[in-house]
């Protein structure tokens, strides 16, 4: 079987039918991929939604916890019981986009056997704005040590790695190397874990500026309490410091580069801030410059403000 397309389960009954019927879009036989529900003991009735649309998709397999392991650990299950050579995922809450082509993505893999993931663009959907990421209008195979000095130290763009549900997987590199998600940081464990699948492999990834995921936050996700307008300070710059340092430490910088770059970080939404943009990084950025000064302090590294401005001076 070539792909299992991952959709992890928690009373997801308000959205898991669209999810399911959008998996039409996926221009594959049936024989060639799985679609894989993992039920973490939902107490609503998504279980028996998906039941009632086996008939329609042959190809829909149900699996049910034992007992509720955790939104992440549920994630990890999916790589496990996965039965494809390449995995995917589609949150509940989302929709496979209707102009993807996974047989061209599954292809390039093949083609290249010692990379371990392909990535595409996200359509992401907020309730006040929508855009593309990453919208690179390309196709190219990206060494991840340059894309991260692009677009961490240059582009301030944190976030470059992406999410699960944009990116094809190599499960033979993720079980030979028994790589996890982790749980310590619930909202951007994705981009650690999809930087360790990179680097696991030969060090790059593919790229494809095509849409294969749509993205919709709502109420029900999980990110809701990080993007919204009073956004949990630990789930948001919290996960992200921790994320980002893992990142950075596993790709041979310094705490002092790492300090400085993340400074001028702060200071680049402070900008967008003042210029009336209202995206998430905007908000609480006080007690997030209170939180790295103090990070700094503790770890005795002395900040040259010179470099952080010139990284800021650069992005601007």
Partial sequence: ??????????NGEQNIARAIQSCKNINLAASDFEILVIDNCSNDDSVNIVRSLKNEFP??????????IGRVENWNRCFELAKGKYVTFLSTNDEVHPYTNVMKYLNTLEQYPEVSLLMTDVYYNHTDHQWIYPNYKMEAIIDVKSYIQKTFFENLEFFSLGILEQCFFKVDIIRKNH??????????TDRVFIHQVIKHGNGSFIYISELFCKWNLDGSRFHYNAHNKAPDFDLFWGNEFKANMKILL????NEKEIFEIFLAHRY???FRKNSGDQVPETRQLERYEYFLKNEIEKRGINISYENVIHRLIQKL
Avoid: H
């Fill in 1 to 10: 079987m070539l792909l299992s397309l991952c959709i992890p389960n928690f």
């Fill in 59 to 68: 190809n829909l397999r149900l699996v049910i916890n034992e007992q509720n």
């Fill in 179 to 188: 790589l996890r998600l982790s749980d310590e940081i619930p909202r951007t």
């Fill in 250 to 253: 596993a790709e041979g910088y």
């Fill in 268 to 270: 680049y939404y402070e």
